[in-house]
């Protein structure tokens, strides 16, 4: 365990050197979360997808996937320099390797949250309105630990497999995809089959859920719909999404170990 957390250390330190680790992981949350705020303002309220309790979880979902540019980042960079070459032939084992690199972009994904809900509550008091209770934030920061997991892992997986001049550019379709078909500040509620097919992907499900868990609304379909909203509620889609949920889990941490023990491996030839 010793060796794991000087290992993180070093890593912590590098991270936190980089300016980019500011602008990606703590301003774009930021800015992203009032430019909506101040988008649904001047909608007239009628922009029910940028409501705090809509945006909140799907901007911390679109947050993560920053995470996995970062952590592939500093993989492929610490490979390319020789850094890792010099430290395979220490006695770290490559779950300690992996470990050492994934609880520093853990504990960013933490500030993240942290930084997403005080931006939830500053907002709800601004509008006067509650953004949501202790036991609700607790669940909330549960739901969203997979996907922390899952966007780490994946940087860990690209950048153990490519070069720091190709890994950004991977890690990039990553975030893209997690912009468009997130259903961060998109209403695939109410798009039909579409909404199906994002749904076995890794991020419309945690965004889903996290809905679910602050009570947020569906966008209306109707009159109707604008005067009595329907919530989002834990049915059978979220049942569904915890189990894509953890299997994409699982799926990331069994690539990003294979990847990197194979990076050992043929390194050490």
Known sequence: MK?????SKRNFIEMIRDPLLYIFCGGFPIIMVLMFQVILHYSSSSLVIFEIKNLIPGIMMFSYSL???MSSLLVSKDKTSAF????FTSCLKPYQF???YFIPFFLIGLVQDIICISLGYICGAISNTLFATISELILLII???????INIMFGIFVGSIL?????PGISSIFISASGIIGGAWMPVDTMGDF????????FYPSTYLGRVILKASHTPLNEEEYINPILY???????LYIIILLTYTVVSIILASFSFKNMMTSDRI
Do not use: H, T, Y
């Open 163 to 167: 070069n720091e001049k190709s890994a």
């Open 233 to 239: 509620s834990f049915d059978n889609n979220a049942i």
């Open 3 to 7: 060796k794991i957390l000087l290992f």
């Open 143 to 149: 739901e969203m630990i997979p996907l922390k997991v």
């Open 67 to 69: 995470l996995m540019l």
């Open 195 to 202: 909404e199906k097919i994002i749904g076995f992907g890794p």
């Open 98 to 100: 992996i470990a050492g």
């Open 84 to 87: 890792l070459k010099r430290l």
